[in-house]
């Protein structure tokens, strides 16, 4: 059995290649940047250097168009989701050594919620607490 907090390698070709490609249009456009660690990761999801692209280029559009730079702790819905305790990071990681996002139930009511609301702040958590693994 293998070890599950062991990452699969990725080539170093690939990887270059990949860095290459997102450098032109980081370069033109900054907010399109990605690190070498974010890098690695669509290209162990994605298998090859043209799919990884296809999706990175995919995210960053998804990223601009839902503008998740607008979702900050400042952020009115953000804001108050964090302060009725909806969701929380917890001091310890799963096996991976990712953040472990804790969601108690009883601080929810269907009765008392805007779907919207809701996707923006489980976006907000999974974009603020994932850079923390990245």
């Not at 490609?21 to 940047?33: E, G, V, W």
């Not at 001091?91 to 919207?116: K, L, S, T, W």
């Amino acid at each position: 059995m293998s070890d599950p907090t062991e990452l699969k390698p990725v080539s170093e070709t690939d990887l270059k290649d990949l860095k290459e490609r997102m450098k032109l249009i980081s370069d033109a456009d900054p907010a399109q940047y990605h690190n070498e660690l974010s890098l690695k990761r669509y290209l162990r999801a994605f298998k090859s250097i043209d799919a990884a692209f296809q999706a990175i280029l995919k995210t960053n559009k998804w990223r601009s168009e839902y503008d998740i730079a607008s979702l900050t702790e400042d952020n009115p819905i953000v804001k108050k989701h964090l302060e009725s305790n909806k969701a929380r990071v917890l001091r310890h990681r799963d096996m991976v050594g990712r953040p472990v996002i804790y969601i108690p139930a009883r601080n929810h009511n269907v009765n008392e919620r805007n779907i919207d609301e809701l996707t923006k702040f489980i976006v907000y958590c999974l974009v603020s607490f994932s850079a923390t693994y990245l």
